[in-house]
C-alpha cells in the first residue's frame, strides 16, 4: 500500500501524559499536512511542512504542540501535558508541489491518512 | 480569510435517487480551488471531487458533479443514483492559502434502501 500511513490509530492516555504521532506520506510527496477533527467538526488546520520546514503553523498549535519532519519524509506530531480537550482525531495528508497551473486537479488534492484517534481520560 | 458555510447538518435520500449538497464560500483570493471530501464512519477523507475557479465547465466525477455558480460563490454537490454507501459525512473545502484545506462543518448524508 503506497498511500498514507498514520500510527498509532488508536491512543488512549491519561491527562497529564505526554503522546507522539507518526505520519508516513506518499513518497514522492514533499508537502505534509497536520489536521485536528473534533466530533462534529470539520477538521482543522494546524501546521504543514515543505520538506523538511515547517512554513506555518495555525493558532490551534499551542505551545504543548510540536511538529517535526526531520529528514524530509516521515513527520510526528507531539502533544505534551495532555489535556481533555486534545481529545480528537488527528489527520495527516500530503501531496506533491508542481509547477503547474492551479488549475489542475492533481496539483492540488491532498492525499489523506486514516487518523489516529487520540482519547484523553 | 476564508470561510465554508455547509448549511445542511443532515440530508436523508431514497436509495437510486439524487441529492444535492449545499456549500458556499467566501474568499478573497482570485485564484482558488473548490473540494468535496468524504468521510465515512472508519474516519479516513476520500477526495471525491475538484473545481477550478477558471474552469468554464462544471466538473463531474462518475455520479458525482459539481453544481458551481461563481457569481453566487457556491458549489453544491450532486449525487446521482445514491448508494448505501454514500452514507458518510461530506465536506466541502476551499484551497486556502499555502494550498491549506479550510472545511466546513459538513453534511451528514443517510441513504435509505
Known amino acids: 500500500d503506497t498511500g498514507v500511513s498514520q500510527d498509532p490509530r488508536h491512543k488512549i492516555t491519561k491527562r497529564g501524559q505526554n503522546v507522539t504521532f507518526r505520519c508516513d506520506p506518499i513518497?514522492?510527496?514533499?508537502?505534509l499536512y497536520w489536521y485536528r477533527q473534533t466530533l462534529g467538526q470539520g477538521p482543522e488546520f494546524l501546521t504543514y511542512?515543505?520538506?523538511?520546514?515547517?512554513?506555518?503553523k495555525s493558532r490551534l498549535l499551542s505551545d504543548r504542540f510540536s511538529a517535526e519532519r526531520p529528514k524530509g519524509s516521515f513527520s510526528t506530531l507531539e502533544i505534551q501535558r495532555t489535556e481533555q480537550g486534545d481529545s480528537a482525531m488527528y489527520l495527516c495528508?500530503?501531496?506533491?508541489?508542481?509547477?503547474?497551473?492551479?488549475?489542475?486537479?492533481?496539483?492540488?488534492?491532498?492525499?489523506f491518512g486514516p487518523g489516529t484517534r487520540l482519547t484523553v481520560l | 480569510a476564508q470561510k465554508i458555510t455547509q448549511t445542511q447538518p443532515g440530508m436523508f435520500v431514497q436509495e437510486k435517487e439524487a441529492v444535492t449538497l449545499d456549500c458556499t464560500y467566501d474568499?478573497?483570493?482570485?485564484?482558488?480551488?473548490l473540494f468535496w471530501y468524504k468521510q465515512p464512519s472508519s474516519g479516513e477523507m476520500i477526495f471525491l471531487i475538484y473545481?477550478?475557479?477558471?474552469?468554464?465547465q462544471n466538473a463531474t466525477e462518475g455520479r458525482y458533479s459539481l453544481n458551481f455558480q461563481k457569481a453566487r460563490k457556491s458549489a453544491n454537490l450532486v449525487i446521482s443514483a445514491s448508494q448505501l454507501g454514500d452514507s458518510a459525512m461530506y465536506f466541502c473545502?476551499?484551497?486556502?492559502?499555502?494550498?491549506?484545506?479550510?472545511f466546513g462543518t459538513g453534511t451528514r448524508l443517510k441513504v435509505l434502501a
Open positions: 495528508a500530503s501531496r506533491l508541489t508542481a509547477q503547474r497551473s492551479d488549475r489542475y486537479m492533481s496539483d492540488n488534492e491532498q492525499f
Open positions: 513518497s514522492e510527496h514533499n508537502r
Open positions: 511542512f515543505q520538506n523538511e520546514a515547517q512554513l506555518e
Open positions: 474568499t478573497s483570493d482570485p485564484s482558488y480551488g
Open positions: 473545481q477550478g475557479s477558471y474552469d468554464q
Open positions: 473545502a476551499p484551497r486556502g492559502g499555502t494550498y491549506k484545506y479550510i
